[in-house]
């Protein structure tokens, strides 16, 4: 009877730290994530700074500011996070090497990257110039790398040059711009407002946007943890309210949420401007975008998937998106 009651004992206490649990991650604001200074992110602070989070029932912490995708997914896998606006091959590259278990419900945005050289490079007129060149990317597995090699590799395929010799290393996005400006870089490879901060300060110029390397292409996502999404459904569906409301916010009053934009970036107005021409904010999800995604991080080795369109159908969750839309 003694070992019975022990059993009962173990049973119920399990029983109440499951439920505490559950309900820790029903009751606490939901632990929030995005980049630095990263305009493709505009939907978040517009939902932060005209209360949509709070309109839908849902309160929303900024548990961390990052400075690459790769960060914020390091952060998942340490159970720091709930939700987070982040880079889509990051997110991509992180669930399907196993590091972290997260699903996208929402599309960010498209578009919106640079690929920037110095101003006065006069031997830079295209990517096959870049050989023997330095050129700095955000980190690997981001949509910047991406979009490099992606590049590079077209450029491969129509020059002569040994685009193999390009270097690529690895410099945080609020560097960069530095970094260009003294020559310890030759390129770089950024999200908006970088690229435009760069030309209005009259450092760089454009060498290719990302809408030249690969039109349309899906950027940023926002993300769950899947656990999350488990135990408190809800208050994802509230959090995606608000950024559908956000989004929608920003194509009807532009100028509104360029200031917010200017407020989050602490960039002058024409920069921010300019930054926000460059980028197509939509939360619709891109599944053929995302399988081109598996397929390309495949073929670099960075992760391992022998069917892109498994992966993606378990990674992207479209449905939530539409159990919005039919209510």
């Given at each position: 009877?003694?070992?019975?009651?022990?059993?009962?004992?173990?049973?119920?206490?399990?029983?109440?730290?499951?439920?505490?649990?559950?309900?820790?991650?029903?009751?606490?604001?939901?632990?929030?994530?995005?980049?630095?200074?990263?305009?493709?992110?505009?939907?978040?602070?517009?939902?932060?700074?005209?209360?949509?989070f709070r309109e839908e029932g849902v309160s929303v912490e900024v548990a961390g500011i990052f400075r690459a995708g790769p960060e914020i997914m390091t952060a998942f896998a340490a159970g720091a996070l709930d939700m987070a606006y982040v880079g889509e091959a990051p997110a991509t590259t992180a669930v399907a090497n196993k590091a972290a278990d997260v699903v996208a419900v929402a599309q960010v945005n498209t578009e919106g990257s640079a690929l920037v050289v110095a101003k006065d490079a006069s031997g830079i007129v295209s990517v096959a110039d870049l050989e023997g060149k330095t050129v700095a990317v955000p980190g690997h597995s981001t949509v910047q790398d991406f979009l490099l090699r992606k590049a590079i590799g077209e450029a491969m395929a129509d020059q002569q040059a040994d685009l193999s010799k390009v270097n690529i290393i690895v410099v945080k996005p609020p560097e960069m711009i530095g970094a260009l400006r003294t020559g310890q870089i030759d390129a770089f490879v950024a999200w908006e407002p970088y690229p435009s901060k760069a030309n209005t300060?009259?450092?760089?110029?454009?060498?290719?946007?990302?809408?030249?390397?690969?039109?349309?292409?899906?950027c940023c996502v926002l993300v769950s943890s899947s656990v999350f999404l488990e135990k408190a459904s809800n208050r994802v569906l509230g959090v995606l309210r608000a950024h559908v409301k956000a989004t929608e916010y920003i194509g009807a009053y532009?100028?509104?949420?360029?200031?917010?934009?200017?407020?989050?970036?602490?960039?002058?107005?024409?920069?921010?401007?300019?930054?926000?021409?460059?980028?197509?904010?939509?939360y619709e999800l891109n599944v053929e975008?995302?399988?081109?995604?598996?397929?390309?991080l495949s073929e670099l080795k960075y992760i391992k998937v022998p069917d892109a369109g498994a992966f993606t159908e378990r990674f992207l969750r479209p449905d939530m998106l539409k159990s919005l839309q039919s209510r």
């Amino acid at each position: 009877m003694k070992y019975v009651g022990n059993v009962l004992a173990v049973l119920i206490f399990s029983l109440l730290l499951m439920g505490l649990t559950q309900g820790h991650a029903t009751d606490r604001p939901v632990r929030m994530a995005y980049l630095q200074n990263d305009i493709h992110h505009l939907a978040l602070w517009v939902a932060l700074e005209k209360n949509f989070f709070r309109e839908e029932g849902v309160s929303v912490e900024v548990a961390g500011i990052f400075r690459a995708g790769p960060e914020i997914m390091t952060a998942f896998a340490a159970g720091a996070l709930d939700m987070a606006y982040v880079g889509e091959a990051p997110a991509t590259t992180a669930v399907a090497n196993k590091a972290a278990d997260v699903v996208a419900v929402a599309q960010v945005n498209t578009e919106g990257s640079a690929l920037v050289v110095a101003k006065d490079a006069s031997g830079i007129v295209s990517v096959a110039d870049l050989e023997g060149k330095t050129v700095a990317v955000p980190g690997h597995s981001t949509v910047q790398d991406f979009l490099l090699r992606k590049a590079i590799g077209e450029a491969m395929a129509d020059q002569q040059a040994d685009l193999s010799k390009v270097n690529i290393i690895v410099v945080k996005p609020p560097e960069m711009i530095g970094a260009l400006r003294t020559g310890q870089i030759d390129a770089f490879v950024a999200w908006e407002p970088y690229p435009s901060k760069a030309n209005t300060l009259g450092v760089g110029r454009n060498l290719a946007t990302s809408h030249d390397i690969w039109a349309g292409h899906p950027c940023c996502v926002l993300v769950s943890s899947s656990v999350f999404l488990e135990k408190a459904s809800n208050r994802v569906l509230g959090v995606l309210r608000a950024h559908v409301k956000a989004t929608e916010y920003i194509g009807a009053y532009p100028e509104e949420a360029l200031q917010i934009g200017v407020k989050y970036t602490g960039m002058d107005a024409k920069t921010v401007e300019t930054a926000m021409k460059n980028v197509h904010y939509t939360y619709e999800l891109n599944v053929e975008g995302e399988k081109e995604y598996v397929e390309f991080l495949s073929e670099l080795k960075y992760i391992k998937v022998p069917d892109a369109g498994a992966f993606t159908e378990r990674f992207l969750r479209p449905d939530m998106l539409k159990s919005l839309q039919s209510r």
